[in-house]
Each structure stands twice: as C-alpha cells, then as structure tokens.
C-alpha cells in the first residue's frame, strides 16, 4: 500500500566524530576504493589473543565476507586437555548445528536442546539423573546480559525465579565443575558481569563466558571466554564452526554499536551487489546493476550511521537492499526507518518494505510510500508494520524500489525492531512404501492405505498434525477415510475427524506430543472403504502431509485400488417344489440336492442377510417362514425378533424379521456368516401354516441372500399345499335350569357356537340325547320352532330351518337327531340355543332330566385322513319340580252379621282339598284376604283344638294386612290335618254393620320345596240391621182414679230406657195396653 512517509530529520554525514546512535546505511554511489588501510584494519580485527579469564578484553570487530570462510583451526588444534566427564548441550536453534555435533571432542556427552522448548528446563530435567561431571558447555546464542536458550532467555532479571532449575544444573557437576558459556556478548558490558557472578552464584560452579562474538574469525568471532567467576579448570572448545553464536537484538536494533570509521569485509561481484555480515547480528546485502566503487563501513548522518556508499557522482538505479537475522533465524517484523541522503536525481517514485521466508516474497508482507521529494536530505522514513501479520515469521526483509528513483548520496535502515527469533524447523519427510492397496467391494472390509509409511524429521522428535486426503477419483459421500486411536502407547493422543464431503482425514496431536513413532504407526493404520453398495472402480489416490507444527512435509500419495462386488450364488434351491400338507408340520424349502451358497469374493456375508419371502397367493395371517432345528442351526429365542442364530454353535446373526403375520423372514448377518455356514442356514428354512384351511393355491416363496456389500442373489420355491378336513367344532353352555309344572317351557342351552372350519362347507347332523324321562309325551323339547314330544318313533320336520328331526326312546333315554341338507355355523348356534323343554303333565312325576348335545358333522368328508364328525358331551341338567295343589269347593260362603249380638264366624270353604304328588307333608300355609279386605273389621282364625285332626298346625293373624298365617314345625302335618285345618279356618266380620262387599279369600299351600298355585273363593258379607231396645225401669206405676175429679194421669215408667247399635234416631214407637185393657 502506499503511504505518506514520515521524515525523521538527520544530520548531514560527518567525517571523524564518534557517535553513540548508528544508523545502518549503504551507500548507492560509490566513492572510494578499497586500499590498504581497510585491510589492516581488518587485519588487526582478527589479532585477538586466547585466554579463558580476561575481565578487562575488549575487542574491535573486523570485517566479513559475505560468505563465511571455514573455520580457522580445524578440529586437530581443538584443546586435547579435556578430563574428567563433560557434556555439551546445543540448541538446535543454532545455525548449521550439525557441524558443531560431529566436531566435539572424543568421550564428551553431547545433548541436543530442542529450540523449540524451554532448554533451561530441559537442561534441568537431565541433570536431575547425572551427577559427578567436570564440566558443562552450553553452544547457545546471547546477547549482553542474555543467555538464549530455546525459546527461554535467563537473565539477572529472572534468574531467581530459576533458582531451583539452576541448583540442580549446579549439582550434576562436581566440586569444582565448572560451566562455559558460549553465546556471542553474554559476559559483555556492566550487564554481562553481573550475570557471570549470579550464575556462578545459584548454580555453586565456577562460570566463563564471552565478551564479544564467539565462532568464526573470519567473521570477527573467536572461541575465547573472556570473563569468568572462579576457576576454569578445563579447556574452552574450539570446533571448527563457519558462523558465530549471535543473532539481533530482540527488540530495535539501533546500529550503535557501530563506530565512525569501523568498516567491514565487503563480497560479491561489482556492478552485481555488496554484501556485510553479523552487523549488530545481521547481515546485509545491496543489489544493484552498478555498484562499484563502493564500500561498507560507519558514517553519520542521523546520529552513528552504516552505510554503503561509492566515488562516482553518477546517480543508479537501486534494486534493492536486503538485512537477514545473521543465525538465519525467523522473525516478527514490527518497524524500519528508512534514510537518504545526498541530492537526489530522477523522478518520483514508490519504496517498498517486503517480507520475505526462504527466498520468497511472503504473500501480504508488503508496505509502500510514494516518495514525491527531489531532496529527501537523510530523513527517516518510517515503515510501521506491527499490525500486520503477514511480516511475521519471514527470514529476511528487502527496501526495495520500482527501478525509477535514484540516489547520488547514500542508502540506509535505522530502528530496526524486530521480536520473536526463533530457529527455522525442517519439515518432516514421508516416505510412503511402494506398489498400491486393493480394496475390494466383495468384502466391504476396510483396507490399509500404507501399512509401509515412513515418518523422519531430523529437527522434531514430535508431530503436531497430519492431512490424508482422497485427492485423485475422491467420490463425496462414498469414499471413507478413518483412523481409530486403539492404543494410547503406539498411538499417543492422536486422534482424527472425517470430512464425507471433501475425502479429507485430518489427524491432530494436541500440544504436538506424539512422537514420530506413534505418527508413523497412526498414518500406517489410516484405512480407505468405500460405503457404496455399487462403489465406483477408478483408482483412489491417496495424498499424506504432515506437520510438525511449523512446517507441512512434502506431499506423497499411494493409490487405493477398488474392485466391484461379485455377487453371492445360490445353488440347488431354484424350482423346488416341496408339498405342505395342512397340520402336518413345517417343511423344508429345499427339496432334493443340497442347497449350496457361494461368493467369488466375499469371505463372509457381515452386514448382509437371507430374506425369505413370500410372493404370491400368501395366506399372511396364516403362512408362517421360519428355521428348522433339529440339524446344527440352532435359535435362542425361536424367530422372535433379536433372536441369535448360531451354525454349528457359532453365532452367525439374528432375527430381524419374524416371518410371521406377512412379514419377511429376515436373519442378519455378522462376520461369522460364511458362505458354507449361509449354505447350512438356507438349507434349515421353513414353510408352515397353522390354519385349520389354509387355502390350496400354490405359494411362492423367495429366498434372497445378501453378502453385505451391496450384491445379493435370489431363488424361488414352489410350495404345494394338501388341504386336510378339520371336524367342526361346536360349544355350548348346559343352563341347568329348574322347570317347575305348569310353568312355561324353559331354556336349555346358551352360547351355543358351531363351526366348520373350513370355508365353503356347511353341517349337516346335530344329535342330543334326554335321560330321566318318566311322563312320555308330555315331556316336549321346541326345537327350531317346533314341539318334539319325546316319544319313541316320532318324526317331525321343524318349521324354522326344515330339519328333519327323529326321535328314539330306550330305557327311559331319548335320543334326538337332527338332519339337514347343509346348515352354517351360524344357523345351527341358534337352533341349539333356542332349544327349550317342559312337562305339560299335572301329575308329572318330579326329578331331574339331562339333554346333551353329543354330536356335529360337517360336509367335508374324510379324505385325506380328515375327519367330519365332532363327539359332543355338552350337558343340561333340568330339575322337574312337582308341586302341591290346592282346590276350593265351588260356590262361596257366606257370612251373617248378628243382630245385636256377636256375629258367628263361619267356614271359608269346608269343602277344600289337598294333594301332593311328592310330598305327603306340607310345610306351610297362607290364606289371605285379598279381595275387599277391611282392615279392622275383617278377621280369619284357625284353632288347634284337636292336634290328632290338625296336627301341629298353628295360625296367626295380621288383622292389618288380612293375611293368616299357618305353619307346620319341622313340616310334619299331614296332607289331611292340612285339609282340615284350611276347611276350618273361619271368617268373621267385628263391625255391628259390616261392609257387605263380597271378600275374596285365597289359599296357598308349601310342601317346603314348593309353593302351589293359589287359589282363591269368594265370601258374601250380609249386614242385619240391628232392632231398636225399649228397656222399662222395674217396679209398676200406680194409677189412682180420681175421687168425683178428673184423674190425674200417671206416668207409666220415668226411667225407661231406648237402644239402637246401629241407629241413633227411630223412626216410630209403639206403647199398648197389652194386659187387662
């Protein structure tokens, strides 16, 4: 993007002074040419004198090629006088570490610190379990103060929090063991000091470290330890190393550092570009098409500068230029300023800050201004990038122009604030087997992709992810790809997720814990199915990447061949035609050869099935599929669904369909169904149908075998059906009724229900027989609208339905059969439950009778073993009951009531007759006014006066209900005290004028299981009317004529007395002279 640059002004380029601010600068004009002097002064850079304890060394740093030289001494001349047990531990975030490992004395211990980690820690956890050891070398960056170990820095700041880590380092050396530091500028300045004697200090060892840049001398580096605190007894190393132990500053890099007149090494080819190395830690490199003449050393312009610059006044073109961290380490780039000075020569034109990472231009790492000034005069322009995290993780950044904008003066960066170095990782590398993997459809099995991957990484013992992808024929929906972590030791954590839409298996490892064996062994399990019943042929091609959590490995494939899936055959089943006779138990499907199953390409039949069907003229209420037994298949809980079917005594499925009630018969299959324990298995099933008419058309029944993977083959048998006639069945109910004589007929039976079994046939017989017979014809059954007199001999045809009935009597048995030209179930239940008996005899002899139904048949004949005739013992108990008669004498009575006196009771019937045909005892007796009755008035009475006539017959009476009760103790009075003592119960009115309407009297007599039939006579009530009383006083009355006067009249009798009971008024009187007139 382009932005308005922000100027920083800068003084002009000084000549001598020496500043403490330096700014980075190269020079695009050239000036001078290398002479003499810029040699001596890097000669005397590299005159350094070894030492291990120099506190007071300092040292002027010398130039450096761009490429760096070998190391001056080779391993020959490395100190010899190493004793006692060392050990050296180096950071794998040093640069070409590989050379310092080969390069360390014979019998030294050598540790590799993982960059990537805390190697404080690590360096801890090992002397945890090491002791005794004379020395311990640490190769490692640092930086003033800093010691840089992975991703931990331990400095003064933090090194009591360390305390603990720094004991146990201190207690794997012995008394006098000793700890060398090697990272460039770790003992350097007041900072460096102070943190040689706090380590010393914590750890108890005696410490020596650098005070400038340890490696290459080539490149102003030396392998000398310059301050220590205590002793060192053993010898620094000196290894052969092309490169020092630095690296920028983790912050701004502001070139102070650099002093005026301090000028550096310079390579590369004129007129194509310059190159410093290890400026403040990095190294810089100018491209240019004409940069000649030039050189790199210290200036000022804003304060303390670097630069390149030439002898030419002619302005150039610049390319670019182009600062890397001096380890190779990455970075995160925040901020560059930019400075030019000199008069400027051309037009306007565009700077650019660009990202790069192993030579490549970062995508989004790039920031542009537009410079439109003709004098720029050395300002700073700011290229801010911190909130752009494109610039972060690059190795190296380019300021770099659109080829229009020239400069006569020089060129540089200042503020150079870069965080986060970090060593660049190696990415893993796959090596996948040879050769492809087949998956076959037939099987359906998973297969592995490459049970051969190999997994390295030389700079990561741990991977954090992997990418398996179906990248060539992937068919969405179809095509799996799975991973299942069974094993936490093989494993680790890694676990994985599918992705049906894109064929993606993307495999992690959380903290990135699992080793490279447990990847290998993961991506090696990994396997390929296609889910498809019909998968599709064309080759799979498989990709694997890795990650090691910074970098993906080189993606490799392995192709996946898949094959079509054959279907299974069913042999020898296909046309039998086996017979089902009807009762007969279930028959076998398979008739003939021994059915067989096959499959060209599936072991086992998993995930498959047998379904046996039936596709025509099935009877599904009826028709039952099932498995036969009594061989080596074997059912856990018959074919009820869930079921477990075993061959031989290996589980081979279960029911899933119980082949009954129209549904298929169906047996799923596990990895154990072969194709030879299938064979058994179809050999094994059934057809059968529990119905008593199963109907005789034909059933087709199919049998399909699925193998699993999506192809199934079938065969169809014929099943024939014998029909067998079934006898007809009937059931009824014996009411057992009680008839009494004189009531009406009563019903024999109920719930009568008869049927034929089959369709389409009828009944044609029913016979019942009746035992107990004593009154001849008078004993009658109504069968279907008709009365059957239960006489020998007699034949009748009924008026509901026609049948014929006979009748045959022997010993006192009637046997009654009933025909019929073809009657339905239905007809004969009602003519059965309308069958009704009585006796219409009135001197019918008591006692029980038994009608039983003792058989049916129907019109089905008896062939083929069938039968037409059910035997019947469906009985009806009738109790005859004979009961006691009552007769009255015709006529009536009559009653008179008495004139003015009592009225006379008289007899209600003195004529009454009783009998009993069962009883010669009666119980009781009830006779009742029941017609007029006048409460009151009315009185009935019967008196015991003679227990020879009456027996122990006693009455009471109910004057408020007319109802006079009489009764036999433990029913004991004769039929003839009964007769007398109901001739002499007696009926009298209490009213002076009675009511005259004739009363009617009713019998009732009880034999003490039976009541008679009451009758009644009726009773004529006359009222007299009662005759007024004169009633004179005694004495007479005395008359005395008078003497010469009137006499005087006497009354005849003051105290007479008149009475009417039923007047209180007369009507006329009569007084006469009837003596002596």
Same mark, same amino acid.
């Given at each position: ?15 001598? =002074? ?46 450096? =090629? ?350 150079? +604030? ?396 009637? +046997? ?67 009961? =006691? ?128 039939? +009451? ?63």
């Amino acid at each position: 993007m382009n932005m308005k640059p922000s100027h920083h002004p800068a003084p002009a380029v000084a000549s001598r =002074p020496r500043s403490k601010r330096g700014l980075l600068m190269l020079a695009l004009e050239p000036r001078l040419m290398f002479d003499g002097a810029v040699v001596a002064t890097a000669a005397v850079a590299d005159t350094h004198v070894d030492a291990t304890r120099d506190t007071s060394a300092t040292r002027s740093d010398a130039a450096a =090629p761009a490429t760096p030289a070998a190391a001056e001494r080779p391993v020959a001349e490395q100190s010899a006088a190493v004793s006692g047990r060392q050990v050296v531990f180096i950071d794998s975030g040093v640069r070409d570490y590989q050379s310092l490992v080969s390069q360390m004395p014979p019998g030294t211990e050598v540790v590799m610190l993982d960059g990537r980690g805390d190697g404080l820690a690590q360096i801890a956890r090992w002397a945890q379990s090491h002791s005794g050891y004379s020395a311990i070398h640490i190769l490692s960056h640092g930086t003033e103060g800093n010691l840089l170990l992975g991703t931990q820095t331990l400095n003064g700041a933090n090194m009591a929090s360390h305390q603990a880590e720094l004991s146990s380092i201190g207690q794997a050396l012995s008394a006098d063991g000793d700890i060398l530091l090697y990272g460039c500028n770790i003992a350097a300045g007041q900072a460096g000091a102070t943190f040689v004697d706090s380590l010393a200090r914590y750890t108890q060892a005696d410490v020596a470290a650098s005070t400038d840049m340890t490696g290459a001398s080539s490149l102003g580096g030396d392998w000398v330890l310059e301050r220590s605190s205590g002793h060192i007894d053993v010898a620094g190393l000196r290894p052969a190393y092309s490169y020092l132990l630095a690296q920028p500053v983790n912050g701004t890099t502001t070139f102070d550092n650099v002093s005026y007149g301090q000028y550096f090494a310079i390579g590369g080819s004129h007129g194509v570009g310059l190159s410093a190395s290890n400026v403040e830690g990095w190294d810089v490199l100018l491209k240019s098409a004409a940069a000649t003449n030039c050189y790199i050393g210290a200036d000022t312009m804003t304060g303390q500068t670097l630069m390149i610059s030439g002898g030419s006044n002619d302005g150039m073109p610049l390319a670019y230029m182009l600062l890397s961290a001096n380890n190779g380490y990455l970075f995160d780039l925040a901020r560059v300023d930019v400075a030019i000075a000199g008069p400027s020569i051309g037009s306007s034109g565009v700077v650019r800050l660009v990202g790069y990472r192993d030579g490549v231009a970062v995508s989004g790492a790039i920031w542009s201004l537009m410079l439109t000034d003709t004098n720029l005069g050395g300002q700073l322009i700011s290229f801010n990038v911190s909130g752009n995290d494109a610039f972060k993780g690059i190795d190296s950044f380019r300021i770099q122009t659109d080829g229009s904008y020239q400069v006569t003066g020089a060129f540089g960066v200042d503020n150079v +604030t870069a965080t986060n170095f970090r060593a660049p990782t190696v990415a893993p590398v796959l090596t996948p087997s040879g050769g492809s993997s087949a998956y076959s459809g037939g099987t359906g099995n998973a297969v592995t992709v490459d049970s051969g991957m190999i997994v390295t990484d030389t700079d990561s013992a741990t991977q954090a992810s992997a990418t398996v992808a179906i990248t060539g024929n992937f068919r969405s929906g179809e095509d799996l790809l799975a991973f299942s972590n069974s094993n936490s030791v093989t494993f680790g954590n890694i676990s994985a997720s599918y992705n049906s839409s894109t064929g993606i298996l993307t495999m992690t490892s959380s903290g990135a814990t699992a080793t490279l064996a447990q990847w290998q062994a993961a991506l090696r399990a990994v396997t390929y199915q296609d889910t498809s019943l019909s998968p599709n042929t064309a080759t799979r091609t498989i990709s694997f990447t890795v990650n090691d959590g910074g970098n993906d490995s080189t993606t490799v494939t392995r192709n996946v061949t898949v094959a079509a899936n054959v279907a299974p055959v069913i042999g020898n089943l296909n046309g039998d035609n086996p017979t089902f006779t009807e009762k007969g138990g279930a028959v076998k499907l398979e008739t003939g050869s021994a059915v067989t199953v096959t499959d060209s390409d599936s072991p086992d039949f998993n995930g498959g099935n047998v379904t046996v069907r039936i596709t025509a003229n099935g009877q599904y209420s009826q028709d039952a599929l099932g498995i036969d037994t009594s061989g080596t298949v074997a059912l856990s809980s018959g074919t009820s669904v869930g079921s477990v079917v075993t061959v031989g005594g290996v589980a081979i499925g279960v029911i899933a369909g119980d082949g009954v009630s129209g549904h298929d018969l169906v047996i799923t299959f596990n990895s154990n169904a072969t194709p030879a324990r299938v064979s058994i298995l179809v050999a094994a099933l059934t057809f059968n149908n529990g119905s008593s008419d199963p109907g005789t058309a034909s059933r087709t029944v199919n049998v399909s075998v699925n193998d699993g993977h999506g192809a199934s083959s079938s065969g169809n048998v014929v099943v024939s059906i014998a029909a067998v006639n079934d006898a007809p069945t009937a059931t009824a109910t014996g009411r057992n009724p009680a008839f009494t004589i004189g009531d009406a007929a009563v019903q024999v039976f109920s719930g009568a229900s008869f049927s034929t079994v089959e369709a389409g046939q009828s009944l044609l017989q029913l016979t019942l027989t009746v035992s107990g017979l004593h009154d001849g014809s008078s004993e009658i059954l109504t069968i279907d609208g008709s009365s059957v007199a239960l006489t020998n001999g007699n034949t009748l045809t009924s008026a509901g339905n026609g049948l014929s009935i006979s009748v045959s009597v022997s010993g006192g048995v009637a +046997t009654v059969t009933l025909v019929s030209s073809g009657m339905s179930g239905a007809t004969a239940s009602s003519v059965v439950n309308g069958i009704t008996y009585r006796d219409s005899s009135s001197s019918a002899i008591g006692g029980s009778r038994v009608v039983t139904l003792t058989s049916v048949r129907d019109s089905g004949g008896t062939g083929n073993g069938g039968a037409d005739t059910t035997i019947l013992a469906v009985a009806s108990s009738i109790m005859v009951g004979v009961v =006691p008669v009552v007769s009255v004498s015709g006529g009536s009575s009559a009653f008179t009531a008495g004139d003015n006196m009592a009225s006379t009771p008289v007899a209600v019937d003195s004529g009454m007759t009783v009998t009993d045909t069962a009883s010669s005892t009666l119980a009781s007796a009830t006779v009742s006014i029941t017609g007029n009755f006048h409460a009151g008035e009315d009185i009935l009475a019967f008196s015991n006066g003679n227990s020879s006539l009456y027996g122990n017959i006693v009455a009471s009476y109910n004057n408020g209900t007319g109802v006079l009760t009489m009764t036999s103790s433990g029913a004991t009075a004769t039929l003839a005290q009964w007769q007398a003592a109901l001739r002499a119960v007696t009926y009298t009115d209490s009213a002076v004028t009675p009511n005259t309407a004739t009363r009617t009297i009713s019998f009732q007599v009880n034999d003490g299981s039976a009541s008679s039939t +009451t009758v009644s006579r009726a009773l004529t009530v006359t009222a007299v009317d009662q005759t007024p009383v004169a009633t004179g006083s005694g004495g007479s009355a005395a008359f005395a004529a008078g003497d010469n006067t009137v006499s005087t009249p006497v009354v005849v009798d003051s105290g007479i007395t008149v009475s009417d009971l039923d007047n209180s008024t007369l009507a006329s009187a009569t007084v006469s002279i009837t003596g002596n007139f």
